[in-house]
């Protein structure tokens, strides 16, 4: 079986021997010079589709999306606010593999013990606004309802399209992954530690919402169709 990230790659032996020496002579490294190699080849055949490609591996319009939702400082002004979340797989702290409905059956095990339970990720690197969770965590104090919607993605076990949803009771964020100063979450992550950590209780299965009734509050982008992309695992959506 191919290792991942490794190729074979068959050229003549004079070519390859010249390759030897050249980058034995500029001191360069084979993945370096090779890197740079692919990369010219593809730019120079299709400048186009090295440009499309590029901004999709670089999930730039995913970038674009975070961005704008960090940036979003509209009020919270819907009856219902809600929260997105893709899942794809997760590990827990011996290194076993769960697919996005396992992922969720812990948090449900785990609700049951106490009647909440406390769900983290990381999707967002910069972690949300302390404004956004000050706003957030008002509302709910409030009365207004809060909800995170659960996509299970289709490599995960689901088909890219809302599967689960639970009431929010509160949110924290940090700058830094920090650990809950409880174990109130599935043992399975014990000692983990994220940058977005939130409260849950009523997780169940969601059969009427769909992703392509929402858009991203931030930007008005079709939901459904930057789940397609791989380009939102964690944001703020509305109703269309």
């Known amino acids: 079986m191919p290792r991942k990230n490794y190729m074979t790659i068959n050229a003549h032996e004079t070519v390859q021997q010249m390759f030897d020496e050249f980058v034995s002579i500029k001191e360069t490294q084979k993945t370096i ?18 440009l499309e490609l590029k901004r999709k591996y ?13 940036d979003n400082e509209a009020p919270l002004t819907s009856d219902e606010l809600f929260l997105f979340m893709k899942l794809g797989f997760s590990y827990d702290n011996k290194g076993n593999e769960y697919n996005g409905h396992e992922t ?8 049951a013990i106490r009647g909440y ?3 983290s990720t990381q999707a967002l690197y910069y972690g949300m ?9 008002k509302a709910i104090r409030m009365g207004k309802k809060v909800t995170l919607l659960f996509c299970i993605g289709e490599k995960a076990g689901g088909e890219n399209d809302i599967a689960y949803k639970a009431d929010v009771l509160e949110i924290l964020s940090f700058k830094q992954p920090s650990a809950l100063s409880s174990n109130d979450y599935p043992s399975l992550w014990h ?10 209780k009523n997780i169940q299965e969601e059969d009427l919402l769909s992703a392509k009734l929402f858009e991203v509050t931030s930007t008005g982008a079709d939901l459904q169709q930057v789940i397609n992309n791989s380009q939102y695992h964690f944001g ?3 109703l269309k």
């Open 191 to 200: 000692g983990e530690t994220a940058r977005i950590w939130i409260k849950l």
């Open 33 to 50: 010079a090779l890197n740079d190699m692919l990369e010219m080849y593809m730019l120079a055949k299709d400048e186009d589709l090295y």
């Open 104 to 111: 969720i059956q812990a948090y449900i095990s785990d609700e």
């Open 236 to 238: 703020y959506i509305s």
């Open 129 to 137: 606004s302390q404004k956004r969770v000050d706003e957030y965590n």
């Open 117 to 119: 339970t406390w769900f």
């Open 58 to 70: 670089l999930n730039v319009e995913g970038v674009k999306q975070m961005l704008s939702d960090r």
